[in-house]
């Protein structure tokens, strides 16, 4: 989807430097990608091809709860269409997809020629595809997990889940939480390392802020989910006793390991969408954010008291007083720095001038749906509320409610908003407000009657209901509204791919928005910027003045990129990436391998390492005599610089 | 050496092609990586201790303390690796391709020998992961560190051979920083680890 550039004749340094960073564009060459626009389309596409298959689970259990005593679908199958269907909207969409898009557009928006550690991202989407793919051939052979997304034990130790369902699903999570782990350490360093001079910390875009609050949070969080699921997967292969009381162990420590990740990944999912709706209201209603300052100051807070209140999840399992009345006002207190956000937005609009334009619709249709989640958050805060819905449709309600309010309705503002970036096409504004239609209609049928369904005691995860308990009507809503949800995606899908090839053609910057990305070509070149962009404000296609420099003086023979400083950005070194290599991809299957193998024999874990370890090697294995492009050997004395060394760099823009 | 800024271009050719240190992107991959697994091992020794508080004797009645012996004599090792380590990295940040390899070549002796002795310590923690809730969290604390102290020699070990056979460029040197660095980490993370394994089953 990168057009070529038709450069006028004698440009044979822009010639070059495309060629340079081209990525190979045969088929073999396609498994050693690692540009991230490349690498960021097929995370994009790959998420949303999950996001599909986690509907088509969805609208499965709702044509099964349509009506009473209904025997479609019976309760073994049921319980792994749910488990599937909440696994892979949480681990397979709803963090990918952000990452995705960080992937593809924290570069552009920071002016960089690349992400860091690009080969790591090649990997990252490896790892990603083939958790994937293992949980959905898991699913069709029968194996498919089905203790609920959460995996609770004692259900999900041997004694009560002989077959192998439980250690697909403790599997696919370590799939995925490599896959983002090793993404959130490029961002940050992309952010921290790699912004166009003059993008000091209070110029970059909100967008940015939130993927890299995010991804500090991913470094925190997913942590305890690796550990919590290989102790699983431990106490079920190995006989270990972690979540065994009769050996001294506890399924609470299971629980605390999982909210300690879970909690915090309500709020992985939900900053990046904090930071869309901060872009598309900027840009939509023609000013600067108000309290740009502040919203900063309002991600970060949400990031640290995210980790402060996992124990909400827990009220119904007997926690002490003073623990329960903590994690309350901790639950309630982390509304704050939301609310923060809210008055900020509202004020940007009110004193803004509003264009309707489709992207800006979804940001409208998130202020309800997310507000209502909210407000429901806010009851389940108290405890004696809290028990009394427990397990019930009105959890569902609220959950969705946040997701769905929080990142799809964002998500698909982006869509929208940066199709025209990616694929240099519109997307068509009078579809896009049927889609937008139908989605808002068919998410608040379906959902707002299950908020109901739960105060009348339905309880989640079950298959089914007798008539008697007249819970009929209100499910068959519910179940209305889950088609009108499902011909939207499906319209939105029938424009993208209409779009691809009859969209009108795209401008550079076809919003009049202020950042970096819309900088450059639509879709951009595979350098990103012809010439790397310096900026003199936030939105700097707004506040550059004319004559704002540009940078020359990077190679185009080598994949130069320019490294700044953390703080002020200044220019500090420049260093050579890394050229495209099938060894992410090898690394990736070696991995798999080992990671499946493992299910059936606990030793693949020794010898499942050695081809890891052999690309591994590979991967790291210099190609050229001169492939970084410093200095060879020999060298009588270090020209690299040090910190705190005379600076490489003065220039101060 | 500072970028020449005219009318409308900043020139930036004139900046090192690398740096050393916090101003490389190599230390930040590093320092990710880092807090990352430091999360782990804090989140592993915090199940232990969850899991202490479940159990009415800690060790279980009938079962010893890991022996002491050897994991004192590996900690004295790990820390003795630093010495060597830092001669290592201050070897790279000279551009000291002889002295590189030297202390690289020594670490890796320190590094048979920590990987030896942990083959001991296993023998002498005087239980079985399956034994109980007990065992299993000092098998996986113990796993762990394993895990890194395995993986760090072969990381080593693959630097040091690339710094004799080549081809060796001026950014190499910068890995050679990095291995270091992240040499401290595993060796610093072990001592929290052999406080606990070792010393808070003593402690009633």
């Not at chain 1, 405890?383 to 959890?395: E, G, K, M, R």
């Not at chain 1, 609220?398 to 694929?423: M, N, S």
């Not at chain 1, 959902?447 to 109901?452: G, K, N, R």
């Not at chain 2, 050897?70 to 630093?82: K, P, Y």
């Amino acid at each position: 989807m990168t057009r070529p550039i038709h450069l006028a004749a004698g440009d044979e340094h822009f010639a070059r430097l495309e060629q340079t960073w081209a990525d190979p564009p045969s088929f073999l060459g396609w498994f050693s990608h690692v540009d991230h626009k490349s690498i960021g389309r097929r995370y994009l596409v790959t998420a949303f091809g999950f996001f599909l298959l986690g509907g088509i689970l969805a609208g499965m259990m709702r044509l099964q709860l349509s009506r009473p005593d209904s025997s479609l679908i019976g309760p073994d199958l049921y319980n792994q269409i749910f488990t599937t269907h909440g696994t892979t909207m949480m681990f397979l969409f709803a963090v990918p997809v952000m990452q995705a898009l960080g992937i593809y557009f924290v570069p552009l928006m920071v002016g960089a020629r690349a992400i860091a550690f690009p080969r790591m991202i090649a990997f990252s989407y490896w790892m990603f595809l083939f958790g994937g793919v293992f949980l959905y051939i898991s699913f069709l052979l029968n194996a498919g997990p089905d203790m609920g997304w959460f995996s609770y034990p004692p259900l999900a130790e041997t004694l009560y889940t002989p077959s192998k369902r439980a250690d697909v699903w403790a599997q696919l999570i370590t799939f995925t939480e490599v896959a983002s782990l090793a993404t959130a350490v490029s961002l940050i360093t992309t952010v921290f390392k790699m912004r166009a001079p003059g993008m000091s910390l209070n110029r970059i875009p909100l967008f940015v802020w939130a993927q890299v609050v995010t991804s500090f949070m991913v470094l925190f969080a997913m942590p305890a989910i690796m550990l919590a699921s290989t102790e699983l997967i431990l106490d079920r292969l190995v006989n270990t006793h972690f979540f065994d009381v009769e050996h001294g162990g506890d399924a609470l420590l299971w629980q605390h390991l999982f909210w300690f990740f879970g909690h915090p990944e309500v709020y992985i999912i939900f900053i990046p969408g904090s930071g869309i709706v901060s872009m598309i209201i900027t840009t939509f209603s023609r000013r600067h954010m108000f309290g740009y300052l502040a919203v900063v100051l309002a991600l970060v807070s949400t990031a640290f008291m995210g980790f402060g209140l996992w124990v909400h999840h827990m009220f119904a399992t007997g926690l002490p007083q003073l623990g329960e009345s903590f994690f309350t006002a901790a639950s309630m207190m982390i509304a704050i720095p939301t609310g923060v956000q809210f008055f900020c937005w509202i004020a940007t609009m009110w004193s803004g001038r509003i264009t309707l334009k489709t992207p800006m619709l979804w940001i409208l249709g998130f202020f309800a749906i997310f507000l209502l989640g909210g407000l429901t958050g806010v009851m389940l805060a108290a405890v004696p509320l809290n028990i009394q819905v427990h397990d019930t449709f009105f959890v569902v309600a609220h959950l969705h409610y946040v997701l769905i309010g929080g990142a799809i309705f964002p998500l698909f503002g982006a869509f929208y908003y940066w199709y025209p970036k990616i694929t240099g096409r519109m997307l068509s504004e009078r579809l896009g407000r049927w889609v937008f239609g139908l989605m808002f209609t068919g998410f608040n049928l379906t959902f707002f009657p299950m908020h109901l369904l739960g105060l009348h005691g339905m309880p989640r995860r079950v298959y089914t209901y007798p008539a008697s308990m007249g819970w009929g009507t209100l499910n068959l809503v519910a179940s209305g509204g889950a088609l009108l949800m499902g011909c939207g995606v499906l319209l939105f899908l029938i424009d993208a791919l209409r779009a691809l090839r009859a969209g009108d053609v795209a401008a550079d910057d076809p919003w009049g928005a202020g950042t970096l990305e819309w900088a450059t070509s639509s879709p951009p070149p595979y350098s990103n910027f012809l010439r790397p962009p310096t900026v003199a404000g936030r939105e700097p296609l707004w506040d550059n003045p004319i004559d704002q420099p540009v940078i020359v003086g990077l190679r185009d023979d080598v994949r130069d990129v320019l490294v700044t400083h953390v703080l002020d950005a200044e220019p500090d070194h420049r260093v050579a990436f890394p050229e495209p290599s099938c060894w992410p991809f090898l690394t990736a299957v070696a991995t798999t391998a080992l990671f499946i193998w493992s299910i059936f024999n606990p030793w693949a874990v020794v010898y499942g390492s050695v081809p890891v370890f052999v690309a591994m090697v590979g991967w790291f294995w210099p190609k050229s005599p001169n492939e970084g492009a410093t200095p060879p050997w020999p060298i009588r004395h270090r020209t690299l610089p040090r910190p705190g060394e005379a600076p490489a760099a003065g220039g101060a823009i | 050496m500072s970028p020449r800024e005219t009318g409308r271009t900043l020139d930036v050719s004139a900046l090192a092609p690398g740096a050393f240190g916090s101003r490389s992107l190599m230390w930040w991959g590093t320092m990710g990586i880092v807090l990352i697994e430091s999360t782990v091992f804090a989140l592993a020794i915090g199940s232990y201790f969850f899991l202490r508080t479940r159990m009415p004797a800690w060790p279980p009645d009938g079962v010893a303390p890991p022996d002491l012996r050897w994991g004192t004599i590996n900690t004295l090792v790990l820390l003795a690796s630093l010495i060597p380590n830092q001669l290592a990295k201050r070897a790279g940040e000279r551009v000291d391709l002889r002295g590189v390899r030297i202390w690289m070549v020594v670490c890796l002796v320190f590094g048979v020998g920590f990987n030896a002795v942990r083959v001991y310590e296993f023998q002498h923690v005087n239980v079985l992961w399956d034994h109980d809730a007990y065992g299993s969290i000092v098998w996986v604390l113990l796993g762990l560190h394993t895990t890194h102290i395995v993986t760090d020699f072969l990381d080593t070990a693959v630097l040091a051979v690339l710094m004799f056979v080549g081809p060796v460029e001026e950014k190499r040197f910068v890995d050679v920083e990095e291995n270091s660095v992240y040499w401290y980490f595993v060796v610093l993370a072990w001592l929290p680890i052999y406080g606990v394994l070792y010393w808070a089953p003593r402690l009633t």
